[in-house]
């Protein structure tokens, strides 16, 4: 998910590993099936903000690394 | 009028939601007002907890901190949820859930998990309005019908729905649980009642093209600090003024009745001074509390956060980090307590032991005298500028180092929501900069006027009659009436002076001034940096009291001249100057570096519940005030400046 681009839909795939971060992750809605879009990011790059859900999360890349997405065609 | 709560006549309810889902603002819909924070045994979190009668039945409602999901990362969330699971010692009988709308389907999953627990749930369903903006409008009673529970849509703002939702509180049975309706219904991503996204660019996505722009981001974002730091420094300044001018007031009242000695000198300088003291910090943060709630609740502090936090983590920091730091210059309590958002503990403890490093605004009266003592105004201005830049890079430099030993390791996180944008509820600042200033004086306020009282028993006694005597023979001698009007004062103040010179305070100063002479400060300057202790305000009044000025008022913008021609002008037993700019220079290096401040250390042991950290962060800086005091002397005299 860290290298999504603009413009384009995204479901998530899986999230990989049991820790906190990826209990939260899944809380805030990153669960298989869940559809990302990526909408900017901050200066220097990172942190990235994406809509999910409606919503808008901004993630570190090393968070949006953990998530694995499919491309959507729609 | 059922269930086995009326029999008790009280029934408890928790607020469960994630936090900005609009918790507190319902919380003073349900029960009119936010009656009282309590505090729950073994941890320092704060709820607010308030109380109303509905038909002869109390409802004991607690705001919870937000939570989002039956797993804590923090500590407020493993609070919410000691609450939750009745393990603080009092029993919840319904948990009232409140959903954002906004984001319905991380909502129901959360909701499906809390079904789970047994108990009963009520459902209020909050930014319905911030939904349909967003494109996405929801059919509540489709919703309530699917969930099987019972289910009020309040409106945050003007309160809609609340006296529904306060009646169904008290009513719905706390005995019977309804059963979840299947759970394929509610499982992870499963939402049939969210329609598809109908509205491609909202409001809040038009705002944010600006706000969040590489380059217009930034400049928003220096500007609303601006407009900060205006608050605290220009704003506050009046009613800083006002309670300055009440204190003397009070204090001449009161004083008017007493006889003139130790009592009087206990009022008016240890009780009255001393509460003062404390009551001074209110203006700037009431201020800047209550302009940190606009900007939290208008959604832009979450965009703060996204636009600084690479920049804040290559300094081992966070972007969560940026809200405490920038509070930290007007006082670096609010700033402490600023800390809870941070949900990773090393980043939090991280933030509190560098907070104290911003040169917070009382240290200006001391930076504003001695600059204006030894400095033309072009210097003054960016040297004044330069001891600010000073505490943010050790600020930098501590925390990247602290981030490498003692705070070593472990994944921070971010994973930060950016809420629509929404107009902030003028009440709640208000609740909320309340809260706020009755807890500074509780914690800090209260250390504050002991340490003052403290400063206040050192610095008068003992009081020998000699000295009494010799001046009182001096006066004898001045001639009677108008004319010796002005010698009389001067030695009233000489008289002043001659106390504190043999007073306790000045023998602990003359006993710690060796450890200073490195630095080149004198006696004088070591016990005016000792008598910080309470309040850096107490640090120009005391030089005030030893230059035999009498009264000297610490001001941020005007610096007393008399003080500024004694710095310049004060010579030691050996007939030379005691003072020259590169010593003041050392002075200010160690005020804008130390931490001696009682409140900013209560502050610091109150949040992270030890002793730990406020000795730690009381030691380093210290040592870090000390060197660099030392090294601008003695890299100073080695370079051939000063006198």
């Keep these: 998910m860290s290298t999504a681009v603009v413009g384009v839909r995204y479901a998530v795939v899986a999230v990989a590993g049991d820790d906190d971060l990826a209990r939260r992750l899944t809380a805030h809605g990153l669960w298989p099936g869940a559809v990302v879009e990526r909408l900017r990011h901050a200066p220097f790059g990172d942190p990235v903000l994406f809509?999910?859900?409606?919503?808008?999360?901004?993630?570190?890349?090393?968070?949006?690394?953990r998530v694995t997405v499919v491309e959507v065609v729609s | 009028m059922t269930g086995n709560a009326t029999a008790a006549g009280v029934r408890r309810v928790a607020l469960v939601g994630r936090a900005n889902a609009g918790k507190t603002s319902l919380l003073m819909h349900l029960t009119g007002s936010l009656q009282r924070p309590v505090?729950?045994?073994?941890?320092?979190?704060?709820?607010?907890?308030?109380?109303?009668?509905?038909?002869?039945?109390?409802?004991?409602?607690?705001?919870?901190?937000?939570?989002?999901?039956?797993?804590?990362?923090?500590?407020?969330?493993?609070?919410?949820?000691d609450v939750v699971h009745?393990?603080?010692?009092?029993?919840?009988?319904?948990?009232?859930?409140?959903?954002?709308?906004?984001?319905?389907?991380?909502?129901?999953?959360?909701?499906?998990?809390?079904r789970r627990l047994g108990l009963q749930l009520v459902v209020a369903l909050t930014k319905v309005d911030v939904a349909a903006a967003e494109g996405f409008p929801i059919d509540a009673a489709r919703l309530q019908q699917a969930l099987g529970l019972p289910l009020v849509v309040v409106h945050g703002v003007r309160g809609a729905g609340v006296d529904e939702l306060r009646r169904l509180l008290a009513t719905v049975p706390t005995d019977v649980v309804p059963a979840a309706p299947g759970d394929a219904a509610l499982a992870p991503g499963a939402a049939p009642i969210l329609p598809a996204r109908t509205v491609r660019s909202s409001r809040t996505d038009r705002l944010d093209r600006v706000l969040l722009h590489p380059f217009t981001g930034p400049v928003v974002l220096l500007l609303v600090v601006l407009v900060m730091f205006q608050l605290v420094f220009a704003v506050a300044e009046p009613f800083i003024g006002w309670i300055e001018d009440g204190q003397g007031l009070v204090s001449a009242f009161v004083g008017g009745f007493l006889p003139d000695g130790a009592v009087r000198s206990f009022v008016v300088d240890g009780v009255i001074n001393g509460v003062g003291s404390s009551l001074v910090f209110v203006p700037q943060?009431?201020?800047?509390?209550?302009?940190?709630?606009?900007v939290e609740a208008t959604g832009y502090m979450a965009r703060a956060v996204f636009l600084l936090d690479r920049l804040l983590r290559g300094f081992g920091l966070s972007g969560k980090s940026f809200v405490p730091l920038a509070s930290s210059f007007a006082c670096a309590i609010p700033g402490i307590l600023a800390s809870r958002i941070l949900g990773d503990e090393r980043d939090?403890?991280?933030?509190?032991?560098?907070?104290?490093?911003?040169?917070?605004?009382?240290r200006m009266p001391v930076y504003v005298v001695l600059l204006a003592a030894f400095f033309p105004p072009a210097q003054a201005g960016l040297l004044l500028f330069l001891l600010y830049l000073l505490g943010i890079v050790v600020a930098v430099l501590v925390a990247l180092v602290l981030r490498k030993t003692a705070l070593r390791g472990g994944d921070s996180m971010l994973l930060l929501e950016l809420p629509a944008y929404q107009r902030p509820r003028f009440r709640l600042v208000l609740a909320h900069t309340w809260f706020a200033v009755k807890g500074f004086l509780r914690t800090a306020g209260s250390v504050i006027l002991v340490a003052t009282m403290v400063v206040w028993a050192l610095g008068y006694f003992p009081r020998p009659a000699a000295i009494h005597e010799r001046f009182e023979g001096l006066r004898a001698a001045?001639?009677?009436g108008e004319a010796g009007l002005?010698?009389?004062?001067?030695?009233?103040?000489?008289?002043?002076a001659a106390y504190l010179e043999q007073s306790w305070l000045a023998g602990l100063g003359k006993t710690v001034q060796p450890v200073f002479a490195p630095a080149g400060f004198d006696w004088r300057m070591t016990v005016g940096v000792l008598a910080a202790f309470p309040a850096r305000e107490l640090v120009v009044p005391t030089l005030g009291t030893l230059y035999s000025l009498g009264e000297v008022?610490?001001?941020?913008?005007?610096?007393?001249?008399?003080?500024?021609?004694?710095?310049?002008?004060?010579?030691?037993p050996d007939g030379r100057p005691t003072l020259d700019w590169l010593t003041a220079l050392a002075v200010m290096v160690f005020v804008a570096l130390c931490s001696q401040c009682v409140g900013t250390l209560a502050a610091i042991r109150r949040e992270t519940n030890s002793w730990r950290w406020p000795l730690f962060t009381f030691g380093y800086m210290t040592a870090l005030a000390w060197l660099g005091a030392v090294a601008v002397q003695q890299i100073g005299r080695a370079l051939g400046y000063g006198a």
């Excluded at chain 1, 809509?51 to 690394?65: D, I, K, S, V």
Aim: with cysteine; aromatic share 2%.
């Design chain 1, 51 to 65: 809509r999910l859900h409606g919503f808008r999360l901004a993630l570190r890349r090393t968070e949006a690394e």
């Design chain 2, 39 to 81: 505090n729950f045994p073994g941890s320092s979190v704060e709820c607010v907890e308030s109380r109303v009668v509905v038909d002869g039945l109390e409802l004991v409602v607690t705001d919870l901190p937000g939570i989002a999901s039956l797993q804590a990362t923090s500590r407020d969330e493993q609070l919410a949820l």
């Design chain 2, 86 to 114: 009745g393990r603080t010692g009092e029993h919840q009988d319904v948990l009232c859930v409140v959903v954002d709308a906004s984001r319905l389907p991380v909502e129901l999953a959360f909701l499906h998990s809390l």
């Design chain 2, 285 to 294: 943060i009431a201020l800047l509390i209550a302009f940190v709630t606009i």
């Design chain 2, 348 to 362: 939090r403890l991280a933030t509190i032991a560098v907070a104290p490093l911003m040169s917070c605004s009382a």
């Design chain 2, 478 to 480: 001045a001639p009677a």
């Design chain 2, 486 to 496: 002005a010698q009389r004062a001067q030695l009233d103040a000489d008289e002043a």
């Design chain 2, 553 to 572: 008022e610490a001001s941020a913008d005007e610096p007393d001249v008399r003080l500024t021609e004694a710095l310049r002008t004060a010579k030691g």
